[in-house]
């Protein structure tokens, strides 16, 4: 692989987002979980910006690090004990036999379209700016049945919370 | 990725350097201006804003150190840079440490996408207005994260009380973002301030605006909304332990994000750089762009010194009950228009490159839906006020009745 920017950059964000994720699982303290989640989550977005799709990248920061981790650090406030965690989740196997599952998911689900007999067809259309991202999402023969499906539920979702959330009383 | 060489970089070659290296230097020296104009910029602003801050109050101001306390600033930060440097034992420390960082870093990243001229800008990023909310999440975090790591109980409910206010203000301040980027079609900045040509934004939904502005304010914690500081009733909220140049980071970056609001609003709805001759030299257009941020900036400083402040509860309901409902009203009304007036005829299906006089049908109609709502809002806002006095004087007939 030649050295040039792209590079350089996949290593640093594959760096970001492994070290970040490890960082998650290994420190014993929530709050400073929540901080390693963010610098993965970074480096994923910066895996977007590598793949020319900036919007992604955006929202990726937007929504994940920007929301969702404030609702995280709002979650981890309510706890009892954030940086004093004694007990441990001592259950090895059924762990171990969880993660290597999910690791022989992932590992055919990459390698067999990639190495596999059949190479499957490239992305029907490339996403080449935001506008045709914008277009896709709405034009009939693109994704709009989906999308709409999305909002509906998102919309259902959020009136259940507010119905669930409101005082009985009011 | 497209291997343009101009300005520095083309002298560059032309004197006999690798192009590469040209390259590389013309991009440095790109980064560098970019950085560095605000971090001078901020030295000015903490004069400029103690100024008018002063002239307000019937005050002088600073007017010591240096031609009318111009060096003031300077004295200031070498104060607190020889000040000593105290971390709280059970500090997380590194994270305490990153927080101001993050939080100066949150506001300089917004300059990248900035553009000063229609030639000069750091950076045309096609989702231009998307980034400046997503960059503007980290401020948020750096809030968060500031508070936590003192490791002190004021701290952490200081930070409570500004992340609750600045999550809550990004929703009205999205949706009135929305405005300018659906209108220019784009939400690269400089397709914004282009498609402005025609007719300033501002014009076309000055609700839009107004809600921008407020949101700013909020976002920025100014009063009325300044309960992120509240310096006459709390001990300082989320900063209370710092001290030195890292307490001087987060005021830097209050005081920053406070003018690049005024820029940015110049940018969305004040058209920029666009004024009499701004394309004879890009120096015009420059001095257009300051002229008009500087003067949204001073009406900030004006509200910030006249208003008092508000409760937490309050800033809260006018938020949620009013800005937000509004701001999304007004989205879906001047969106409704527009298509309704394009299937008449009434106004241009180009939006972008439409001259003044083919947008003139759609300002009225846009600026009549705006009246509109505005009086109905006024009326609304007129009715509440006086249910809520007659409840608060029968609450206080029923109190003396008692007493009797």
Same mark, same amino acid.
């Given at each position: %692989?030649?050295?040039?920017?792209?590079?350089?950059?996949?290593?640093?964000?594959?760096?970001?987002?492994?070290?970040?994720?490890?960082?998650?699982?290994?420190? &014993?303290?929530?709050?400073?979980?929540?901080?390693?989640?963010?610098?993965?989550?970074?480096?994923?977005?910066?895996?977007?910006?590598?793949?020319?799709?900036?919007?992604?990248?955006?929202?990726?920061?937007?929504?994940?690090?920007?929301?969702?981790?404030?609702?995280?650090?709002?979650?981890?406030?309510?706890?009892?004990?954030?940086? $004093?965690?004694?007990?441990?989740?001592? &259950?090895?196997?059924? !762990?171990?036999?969880?993660?290597?599952?999910?690791?022989?998911?992932?590992?055919?689900?990459?390698?067999?379209?990639?190495?596999?007999?059949?190479?499957?067809?490239?992305?029907?259309?490339?996403?080449? !700016?935001?506008?045709?991202?914008?277009?896709?999402?709405?034009?009939?023969?693109?994704?709009?049945?989906?999308?709409?499906?999305?909002?509906?539920?998102?919309? *259902?979702?959020?009136?259940?919370?507010?119905?669930?959330?409101?005082?009985?009383? *009011? | 990725?497209?291997?343009?060489?101009?300005?520095?970089?083309?002298?560059?070659?032309?004197?006999?350097?690798?192009?590469?290296?040209?390259?590389?230097?013309?991009?440095?020296?790109?980064?560098?201006?970019?950085?560095?104009?605000?971090?001078?910029?901020?030295?000015?602003?903490?004069?400029?804003?103690?100024?008018?801050?002063?002239?307000?109050?019937?005050?002088?101001?600073?007017?010591?150190?240096?031609?009318?306390?111009?060096?003031?600033?300077?004295?200031?930060?070498?104060?607190?840079?020889?000040?000593?440097?105290?971390?709280?034992?059970?500090?997380?420390?590194?994270?305490?440490?990153?927080?101001?960082?993050?939080?100066?870093? !949150?506001?300089?990243?917004?300059?990248?996408?900035?553009?000063?001229?229609?030639?000069?800008?750091?950076?045309?990023?096609?989702?231009?207005?998307?980034?400046?909310?997503?960059?503007?999440?980290?401020?948020?975090?750096?809030?968060?994260?500031?508070? #936590?790591?003192?490791?002190?109980?004021?701290?952490?409910?200081?930070?409570? $009380?500004?992340?609750?206010?600045?999550?809550?203000?990004?929703?009205?301040?999205?949706?009135?973002?929305?405005?300018?980027?659906?209108?220019?079609?784009?939400?690269?900045?400089?397709?914004?301030?282009?498609?402005?040509?025609?007719?300033?934004?501002?014009?076309?939904?000055?609700?839009?605006?107004?809600?921008?502005?407020?949101?700013?304010?909020?976002?920025?914690?100014?009063?009325?909304?300044?309960?992120?500081? *509240?310096?006459?009733?709390?001990?300082?909220?989320?900063?209370?332990?710092?001290?030195?140049?890292?307490?001087? %980071?987060?005021?830097?970056?209050?005081?920053?994000?406070?003018?690049?609001?005024?820029?940015?609003?110049?940018?969305?709805?004040?058209?920029?750089?666009?004024?009499?001759?701004?394309?004879?030299?890009?120096?015009?257009?420059?001095? #257009?762009?300051?002229?008009?941020?500087?003067?949204?900036?001073?009406?900030?400083?004006?509200?910030?010194?006249?208003?008092? $402040?508000?409760?937490?509860?309050?800033?809260?309901?006018?938020?949620?009950?009013?800005?937000?409902?509004?701001?999304?009203?007004?989205?879906?009304?001047?969106?409704?228009?527009?298509?309704?007036?394009?299937?008449?005829?009434?106004?241009?299906?180009?939006?972008?490159?439409?001259?003044?006089?083919?947008?003139?049908?759609?300002?009225?109609?846009?600026?009549?839906?705006?009246?509109?709502?505005?009086?109905?809002?006024?009326?609304?806002?007129?009715?509440?006020?006086?249910?809520?006095?007659?409840?608060? %004087?029968?609450? $206080?007939?029923?109190?003396?009745?008692? *007493?009797?």
């Amino acid at each position: %692989m030649a050295l040039n920017a792209v590079t350089i950059g996949f290593v640093v964000f594959s760096i970001l987002t492994l070290g970040g994720g490890i960082g998650v699982v290994t420190t &014993r303290n929530l709050f400073q979980g929540t901080i390693w989640l963010m610098v993965s989550l970074f480096g994923v977005a910066g895996f977007f910006i590598l793949l020319s799709a900036p919007f992604l990248a955006a929202v990726q920061i937007l929504v994940y690090i920007g929301a969702i981790a404030i609702l995280i650090t709002f979650a981890v406030m309510l706890t009892r004990s954030v940086t $004093r965690i004694k007990t441990r989740y001592i &259950r090895v196997v059924p !762990s171990f036999v969880g993660s290597l599952l999910l690791f022989l998911v992932l590992l055919f689900g990459i390698t067999v379209p990639i190495f596999g007999g059949h190479l499957p067809e490239s992305a029907p259309e490339y996403v080449a !700016s935001t506008r045709d991202l914008g277009i896709a999402l709405v034009d009939e023969n693109g994704y709009v049945v989906p999308f709409l499906l999305a909002s509906v539920l998102l919309t *259902a979702a959020m009136i259940g919370a507010i119905f669930i959330a409101r005082d009985e009383k *009011a | 990725m497209d291997e343009v060489c101009t300005g520095l970089c083309h002298l560059l070659v032309e004197s006999g350097a690798d192009a590469g290296l040209a390259r590389f230097l013309s991009l440095l020296v790109g980064v560098l201006l970019v950085s560095g104009i605000p971090l001078i910029t901020v030295i000015l602003l903490i004069w400029i804003e103690r100024k008018v801050a002063a002239r307000i109050q019937d005050r002088i101001g600073p007017n010591r150190v240096g031609p009318v306390g111009l060096l003031q600033t300077i004295a200031d930060m070498i104060k607190l840079l020889s000040k000593e440097d105290i971390t709280p034992t059970a500090a997380d420390r590194v994270l305490y440490n990153a927080a101001p960082l993050v939080s100066f870093a !949150s506001v300089v990243l917004i300059w990248a996408v900035i553009p000063f001229t229609p030639f000069h800008f750091g950076v045309d990023l096609e989702i231009g207005a998307l980034y400046f909310v997503a960059i503007a999440s980290f401020g948020t975090l750096a809030i968060m994260v500031a508070g #936590w790591a003192s490791n002190n109980k004021y701290a952490l409910l200081g930070a409570f $009380r500004v992340v609750s206010l600045l999550v809550s203000y990004e929703v009205p301040l999205v949706f009135a973002l929305l405005v300018p980027v659906m209108l220019a079609g784009s939400m690269s900045l400089l397709d914004i301030v282009n498609a402005q040509t025609g007719m300033w934004f501002v014009v076309l939904s000055p609700l839009a605006f107004v809600i921008f502005y407020v949101s700013a304010q909020a976002e920025t914690g100014r009063a009325p909304f300044d309960l992120i500081e *509240a310096e006459s009733e709390l001990v300082a909220g989320f900063n209370i332990e710092y001290s030195g140049m890292k307490f001087g %980071m987060f005021f830097a970056a209050e005081f920053l994000h406070v003018f690049t609001n005024g820029i940015l609003m110049a940018l969305l709805f004040f058209g920029g750089w666009m004024g009499p001759l701004y394309y004879e030299s890009p120096l015009i257009a420059f001095a #257009w762009l300051g002229a008009k941020g500087g003067l949204i900036y001073f009406t900030t400083l004006w509200l910030r010194n006249t208003v008092p $402040r508000l409760r937490i509860d309050q800033i809260m309901a006018f938020n949620w009950k009013f800005l937000v409902p509004l701001s999304i009203a007004n989205l879906i009304f001047i969106s409704l228009a527009l298509k309704v007036m394009q299937e008449l005829g009434i106004s241009p299906r180009d939006l972008v490159s439409a001259g003044f006089v083919e947008l003139l049908p759609t300002t009225v109609v846009l600026l009549l839906i705006n009246g509109a709502m505005t009086v109905y809002l006024l009326g609304l806002l007129r009715k509440r006020g006086q249910e809520a006095r007659r409840e608060s %004087m029968a609450a $206080r007939a029923a109190l003396a009745q008692a *007493a009797d």
